[in-house]
Nanobody, 127 residues
Framework: QVQVVESGGGSVQAGGSLRLSCVAS????????MGWFRQAPGKEREGVGA???????SYADSVKGRFTISQDNAKKKLYLQMNSLKSEDTAMYYC?????????????????????WGQGTQVTVSS
């Protein structure tokens, strides 16, 4: 069973930066996809970006040039670096895992394509 835990959420002023972390454990396959999603109150869940076990990434148009997904050297932790934050970035952010890998990061996978989810971490951006 894969366990997924996000952290790093908080409150920040518009134009600021924040870095979210995701730790996933219990993998039984070597090939995988990991992704970040967000959901604001009254809004649909939105894919933010994804990365595969080879390090290939993709992003939603709404965050391209501002957000960056990366892994640590041991692939033990996933990061979402968020820069130039806007009020519309306010949402609960979720980390998701697809294991074993069944697809590709481009086009950006949608939430039904992921097997495992974290509980989320809140990001609030004020103007």
């Amino acid at each position: 069973q894969v366990q997924v835990v996000e952290s790093g959420g908080g409150s920040v002023q518009a134009g600021g930066s924040l870095r979210l972390s995701c730790v996933a454990s219990g993998y039984t396959y070597r090939s995988y996809l990991m992704g970040w999603f967000r959901q604001a109150p009254g809004k649909e869940r939105e894919g933010v970006g994804a990365i595969d076990s080879y390090g290939t990434t993709s992003y939603a148009d709404s965050v391209k040039g501002r957000f960056t997904i990366s892994q640590d050297n041991a692939k033990k932790k996933l990061y979402l670096q968020m820069n130039s934050l806007k009020s519309e970035d306010t949402a609960m952010y979720y980390c998701a895992v697809q294991s074993p890998r069944m697809g590709w990061v481009d086009p950006l996978p949608v939430f039904p394509e992921y097997n495992y989810w974290g509980q989320g971490t809140q990001v609030t951006v004020s103007s």
